[in-house]
């Protein structure tokens, strides 16, 4: 139920395939370097086992994805046997019956309204297929984002991910059809408020922007938005921010997208971390618990403009509804509703939220300890309460000579992600817990005695 290591970290056989890996794959891809990465063989529950024999804690949930657990027994079994009856079928012409049950079931479980579904094999394509469809019936190609947004690298949704490193190599073919705007991080305040004094003040930026025809406002047709910023930093905005922006939205005739690709199917101890019901809403990552299957899930009126079929799909793809995808998902989604993993997503984020906040007392290198159900960020700053991303890294790579696979995120890359799978036992939350203490509390030896020395 723990880690188990051979050292050194990574063993001999990571390092050699990291070698391997330089010849054949393109170099912007994957991260090399002396201490990083592991090369994965297996996995199962929160544990991960590489190719050198050693175990892992994997407090990152593979990206999100493994909320069931890696290799859920029961997701394991339903691929197998659609596999043995059909793999592939035709999605947008001859469409595999499992389809009908998925779109069947996520409606069931969505937002009051929401009930029309568009499939995807990625995170990316479900914000593809919600920019398309508020462009199909607004007529509008503006869409407001918001800073620290990562909605996915496909060149519609890098239009609405504000990462400038992401998207300056690819400006010249970008549509630029994206506004951004501040998004609500009551740690580090755009506009220096207090939050709950400033009355939700980061709503005013919002209606400023769309009362003003100079801003261009007028050819903004949809705003998209994480409930909770994920690769942003873990960012959660106040109570009320959501349903105001839903309430600016409807004041302009704007569609509202949630994207709960990282949020939805239980990540935060709900289905859902939206608290109003948007027009559009996308899913992703633990949809398939490992296979690569995601939604865009709409209300009637809004994915009936696209009209009907008249045999060429103006927006669709070759894995579209996927037999495979669709009986992960199932599985997925009956395995959350059978364990009661809801509850143990809030049971288990609260005790791990409960020994962070424990350790910000501790050392003041955490600035910061939010998030909700198993969605928790840490914030690392330097003594002067500056951001501190090299840190956040150091942290990584010492987490992972102990056994436990983090990933630092935010805007500015000094965010520690907690984002494990549901499932994770209290063990493997003390594990982590004392594995974060003991790496601070060396590095806050070692600054010591470099002070006195």
């Not at 994207?259 to 996308?282: M, Q, Y």
């Not at 799909?313 to 509703?337: N, Q, R, W, Y």
Request: glycine share 12%; with cysteine.
């Amino acid at each position: 139920m723990l880690p188990s290591l051979i050292p050194p970290i990574p063993g001999p056989r990571s390092r050699q395939m990291a070698k391997d890996l330089r010849q054949f794959e393109s170099p912007g891809i994957t991260y090399v370097d002396e201490r990083f990465p592991v090369f994965w063989e297996s996995a199962s529950g929160s544990l991960v086992h590489d190719v050198d024999g050693n175990v892992f804690l994997d407090m990152c949930a593979a990206f999100g994805v493994a909320g069931v657990g890696h290799c859920h027994p029961r997701v394991v079994e339903a691929i197998r046997r659609q596999a043995g009856k059909l793999i592939h079928g035709m999605g947008d012409v001859h469409p595999p019956a499992l389809k009908i049950e998925l779109a069947r079931r996520i409606a069931a479980i969505a937002p009051e309204g929401l009930q029309k579904v568009i499939f995807g094999s990625s995170g990316s394509d479900a914000v593809e297929a919600a920019l398309k469809t508020s462009a199909i019936v607004t007529k509008k190609p503006g869409v407001l984002a918001f800073y620290g947004a990562y909605h996915g690298l496909s060149y519609g949704a890098l239009n609405v991910t504000s990462r400038s490193d992401f998207r300056a190599p690819f400006l010249a073919q970008l549509g630029r059809f994206a506004t951004h705007l501040p998004y609500p991080d009551c740690y580090r305040c755009p506009w220096g408020k207090s939050y709950p004094n400033c009355g939700i003040a980061c709503l005013d930026s919002v209606e400023e922007a769309l009362s003003n025809r100079a801003s261009g406002a007028t050819e903004i047709g949809a705003a998209i938005v994480e409930p909770i910023q994920g690769r942003g930093g873990i960012i959660t905005p106040p109570d009320g921010w959501l349903t105001g922006l839903s309430e600016v939205c409807k004041k302009h005739g704007i569609l509202l997208i949630a994207d709960e690709i990282f949020t939805g199917c239980g990540r935060t101890g709900e289905w859902f971390a939206s608290e109003v019901a948007p027009d559009l809403l996308c899913l992703g990552k633990a949809l398939g618990g490992g296979f690569p299957i995601s939604a865009c899930i709409g209300t009637a009126a809004v994915m009936d403009a696209w009209g009907e079929s008249s045999g060429e799909a103006i927006h669709t793809s070759t894995f579209l509804g996927s037999p495979l995808g669709c009986a992960a998902a199932l599985a997925v989604l009956d395995v959350i509703e059978d364990e009661d993993l809801l509850e143990k997503c809030r049971t288990a984020g609260q005790r791990l939220k409960d020994g962070l906040e424990a350790l910000k007392n501790r050392y003041p290198r955490i600035g910061d300890v939010r998030g909700r159900g198993l969605m928790i960020g840490i914030e690392m700053v330097d003594p002067s309460g500056a951001s501190d991303s090299a840190g956040a890294v150091e942290i990584m790579f010492q987490a992972l000579q102990r056994g436990v696979i983090l990933l630092p995120a935010g805007s500015r890359g000094n965010v520690i992600e907690l984002v494990p799978p549901y499932i994770i036992h209290e063990d493997q939350i003390v594990f982590a817990l004392t594995t974060l203490d003991e790496i601070l509390a060396s590095e806050e030896s070692l600054s010591s005695s470099s002070k006195s020395g």
